[in-house]
């Protein structure tokens, strides 16, 4: 391997948080230094609450955020060293996106007017419009501009890709594999749309309903998990190694499996290695099965949350 | 070195890469004491995960073709000229089993493969 030791850029322990009905139950996860590691979960699975956390804008109930470390989220000295790109702009919409580097440049130690302004050049973010005049593709890459003019060595992007078009697209996945030739760099990049993590994560983290379904290598991902198809009879004795089973009324059943429990089915069920969309749809089923199917309902308020 | 990737044969990236090494280390289109490019640079230009490219180069050095030199990049090593010789035309006998088949296929005689590869050999 490249490097012997594997240090964490961020590392989470013992995490919950409370937001209304909503919240992120243990969480501990960790996001390898000089690897780009996705963050992935259908709407409301607390994709969006984990990286305010780490970013210090939401405090946890319980549990540790630990940066680059020895920082807690949320402190001046780690937020010089992480760039943010979130779903807006964080710049007041009147802005011109040239004159952004002077007005927040001084808020980190290393802001460098040089480079933002070759960064816009390069992106093609007319540097005259105001912030509100631009494309979505050009805010993002506005964002993306103001986050690496810092010279950060975490860059976290929330949903970055949703509603680029596939030319922005594969220009967001270059710039972001352009940072990661530094092997101190590290990006967490948080999508709905798993296919555009395929060739550029090396980690994932699934969440599903505010916990933590898997977390590892993608590529491991793909050969932990299968998707299994049949027709009736279901084999029962298979129930509890199933995932989000769903059994239709004919009979037929699908569920994603541990690739270890193949042998479970008969040589009739078809068994295929899983997506990164599989497992993500099949943990939700199952967190969705679990809880009565009361999820995500917002007035409901689920007592089980708080241990 | 050139690699070429498909993004759609059944054949894993990492696999593909490896492969296309491999053959360019046992030709010598990549001599022996040559660096690899950096596993980043690597897979920044491939479009790839780093991981994967991580795989491949692992793989390569299971292989002793190549060695970490830690801090410098990946080395490559000395080509036993056995195995080398071996590699390469187990190549061509999958290149002419892909022949065959596609001469079969198409009900095309033994003489006119034959004269089709004769051609070829003489263009080059």
């Not at chain 1, 969480?27 to 590691?37: A, D, H, L």
């Not at chain 1, 309903?209 to 590529?219: E, F, I, Q």
């Not at chain 1, 199917?293 to 917002?298: A, F, Q």
């Amino acid at each position: 391997m490249e490097a012997t030791v594997t240090t964490q850029a961020v590392a989470i322990t013992g995490l919950q948080l409370r937001r209304g009905s909503f919240a992120l139950r243990d969480v501990n996860v960790g996001i390898p230094t000089g690897f780009v590691t996705g963050l992935v979960g259908p709407n409301g699975a607390g994709k969006t609450t984990l990286i305010k956390a780490l970013l210090g804008l939401i405090a946890p109930d319980a549990g540790t955020l630990r940066l680059f470390d020895d920082q807690d989220a949320g402190t001046s000295a780690a937020q010089d060293r992480i760039g943010v790109v979130l779903d807006r702009v964080t710049a007041a919409p009147e802005w011109r996106a040239g004159s952004i580097g002077r007005r927040i440049g001084a808020l980190y130690t290393q802001w460098d007017e040089t480079y933002f302004q070759q960064l816009l050049e390069r992106f093609d973010v007319p540097a005259g419009n105001r912030v509100n005049e631009l494309s979505r593709g050009q805010s993002v890459k506005l964002s993306l501009a103001m986050a690496l003019a810092h010279r950060p060595e975490l860059l976290v992007l929330d949903e970055p890709s949703s509603g680029l078009d596939p030319v922005a697209r594969r220009d967001l996945a270059d710039i972001l594999r352009e940072f990661m030739l530094d092997p101190n760099h590290t990006v967490l990049f948080s999508t709905h749309i798993t296919p555009d993590l395929d060739d550029l994560a090396d980690h994932i983290i699934v969440l599903t309903a505010g916990r933590v379904a898997y977390a590892g290598m993608l590529d491991e991902l793909h050969e932990r998990f299968a998707v299994v198809r049949g027709r009736a009879p279901f084999p029962e004795n298979a129930r509890p190694a199933t995932i989000g089973l769903r059994l239709e009324s004919s009979g037929a059943y699908e569920a994603l499996i541990r690739t270890d429990d193949t042998a479970l089915f008969g040589s009739d069920a078809m068994i295929e290695a899983a997506s990164t969309d599989d497992v993500v749809v099949h943990f939700a089923e199952q967190a969705r099965a679990t809880r009565g199917g009361s999820d995500p309902g917002p007035s409901v308020a689920d007592r089980e949350e708080i241990h | 070195m050139q690699i070429i990737l498909s993004s759609t044969s059944s054949v894993p990236m990492y696999e593909q890469i490896k492969t296309q090494i491999r053959n360019a280390i046992h030709s010598g289109d990549i001599a022996e004491g040559a660096f690899l490019p950096s596993l980043r640079q690597l897979a920044a230009e491939l479009r790839v995960s780093i991981i994967t490219v991580t795989r491949a180069y692992n793989d390569l050095v299971a292989e002793e073709l190549v060695a970490n030199e830690h801090g410098r990049g990946f080395l490559v090593l000395a080509v036993d000229a056995g195995a080398a010789q071996r590699a390469l035309e187990q190549h061509v006998s999958g290149a002419v089993a892909n022949l065959v088949a596609a001469g079969r296929s198409a009900r095309m005689e033994l003489d006119d493969i034959t004269r089709k590869v004769e051609e070829e050999w003489k263009q080059l």
